[in-house]
């Protein structure tokens, strides 16, 4: 044992010991009365290693699925035993324990987020997410660490028939709340340079947005400027925000091929806006898994954020 958890560790050691945030440690205090047996100075808390040992507890049994309130009556009976019993394995776990999520070889940051995430823990959810972003930057926090736990978070999903919905949707969630928060906003004038705006927009009955959420925030943080239409965009309004607006270029989301019309498309790189004689049409770029095998000449595909952002910066300052 280190010398500074047997000497009492401080709420925000702890907090990142256990991958929660300091806010859900305090409310398993007040509300179930797992707090610390040391304060030091009469205010400061110092977590001892049974106090360790009962959120370490609580942890496991909530990831598990277990109620919060049941959890923390098990977490102080088992840390409170000479030896361990029953009252550490409660019956509700049973066909839950399997909830860890398949991540594989990722950074740290996915695993502590994977846990907040099954834990349904909002707090640690967006404090982690932010610590992401802080300290890799909105890109690779996207392509590195909020990428891969979705996809775990996915893949648990598929192969659990309809349970962790939950753990996916609070995810999205949170993900999607970051990237918003850390969009920089319009830069005045920012069109006025020559190009117009680069216009996102999901094809016509796909809902996945969170991919096309971080890039307007890469692209935004690069200085372009940009208009996000988000999901499902009718194939009339797409033509007639391109006329509108004359972007320099247009993404297309599909994340399935059911969605991904390559025909529509073509039609979306034909619209053409400006004065007679003078007239522009958009570099088109097509997003997301569901155009992977499909014939479409003259439309470029990147295969990542980062290429997209590549592309899409070369296309601003054109």
Known sequence: MHASTAAGLTTGGLARRLGVSPTTLRT?????????????????????????AVLEAMCRLT???????????AARESAGADQPGPA??????????????????VRQECRGLARAAVRLDADALEEQLANAVERHGLEVAWEEVMVPTLHAVGRKWASSGDRYVEV???????????????????VPGAELSGAGPV????????????????????LRERGLATRMFGAAVPAEALSAAVRRLGPAA???????????SVPLARHVAE???????????????????????RHAEGLLRPSSLRDAVAVLTGAGES
Do not use: F, I, M
């Open 271 to 293: 619209v053409e806006w400006g004065v007679r004689g003078a007239r522009g049409r958009p570099v088109v770029l097509l997003g997301g898994p569901g155009w992977a095998g």
């Open 63 to 73: 990831a598990a699925g277990v109620p919060p309130a049941e959890a923390a009556r």
């Open 250 to 260: 247009v993404v297309l989301w599909a994340q399935a091929r059911s969605t991904a």
């Open 199 to 218: 216009l996102l927009a999901c094809v016509p009955g796909e809902e996945h947005t969170l991919p096309l959420e971080a890039l307007n925030a890469v």
């Open 88 to 105: 550490e394995t409660p019956a509700p776990v049973t066909g839950r324990a399997a909830c860890r999520l398949p991540l594989g070889d």
């Open 28 to 52: 398993w205090d007040r509300r179930y009365g797992l707090g610390p047996e040391l304060r030091a100075d009469g205010r400061h808390r110092r977590w001892s290693p049974r106090d360790v």
């Open 168 to 186: 996916e949707h609070l995810l999205s969630w949170h993900v999607s709340t970051a990237l918003r928060r850390d969009t920089p906003p319009v």
